[in-house]
């Protein structure tokens, strides 16, 4: 049984076209986050939720809105794609927030 | 805003040797994890550290922590090719919206 899934696991996608990447996990947690993992390997927090409540933006741009219609999904819509988009998206759950998360995947993202 | 720091970046050394990753953090916290993560893979959680002088061992991984310092080591002994990978830390910083914030990894590179 998968933790923490996400779909797709691989998007390629021209500029300018909108995505969503979709993520559930079965584990009972009630935090969810999005990270963003750069070519360099650097990994960004982008959005956290608990319980369905929006907790942390990190200034990530307007085109990507995260949506949690219940505690055990939350995904990521992102407008108007741009090439510096281009990167591997992570969903991760926690307990509670800021304690040991899980991760899923990860979403591999192409922008051309 | 907290920032997590490791080093060396990058790690080349050969099988049965030891050597020691380490993380620094800037701001007070006491709870700090250590991942994995292989190429084109997930993040796998290692150790979770939440107490000052916390140590924990698995194989030839030893991690421990030191609030006082702000530091974590990642120990590894006899370094085996299986043990090549990316190695992160993560810091949680205990405030109203805990996240956990992630150094800068380590690739670590064994060889034969």
């Known amino acids: 049984d998968t933790a923490v899934s996400q779909t797709p696991k691989y998007l390629v996608t021209q500029m300018g076209n909108d995505k969503s990447i979709k993520c559930e996990q079965n584990l009972g947690h009630d935090t969810m986050y999005w990270y963003k993992q750069d070519s360099k390997k650097f990994l960004k927090i982008m959005f956290s939720?608990?319980?369905?409540?929006?907790?942390i933006n990190e200034t990530v741009p307007n085109r990507f809105s995260p949506k949690s219609p219940d505690k055990a999904h939350l995904n990521l819509h992102i407008n108007s794609l741009e090439l510096g988009d281009s990167a591997v998206y992570f969903c991760a759950s926690s307990p509670n927030q800021g304690t040991e998360a899980f991760f899923g995947q990860g979403t591999r993202l192409t922008v051309v | 805003e907290l920032k997590v720091e490791q080093n060396p970046l990058f790690l080349s050394m050969q099988e049965g040797k030891n050597y020691t990753i380490y993380c620094n953090y800037s701001t007070t916290s006491d709870r700090l994890y250590w991942y994995r993560q292989d190429p084109g893979k997930s993040l796998e959680s290692l150790f979770v550290?939440?107490?000052?002088?916390a140590v924990k061992q698995e194989g030839r991984l030893m991690a421990s922590l030191d609030t006082k310092a702000r530091l974590s080591t990642l120990h590894i002994t006899a370094a085996v090719h299986d043990l090549s990978a990316t190695y992160f830390c993560?810091?949680?910083?205990?405030?109203?919206?805990?996240?956990?914030?992630f150094g800068t990894g380590t690739r670590l590179q064994v060889t034969l």
């Open positions: 993560a810091v949680a910083y205990t405030g109203t919206a805990s996240k956990l914030t």
């Open positions: 550290l939440l107490s000052n002088g």
């Open positions: 939720y608990n319980n369905k409540e929006l907790i």
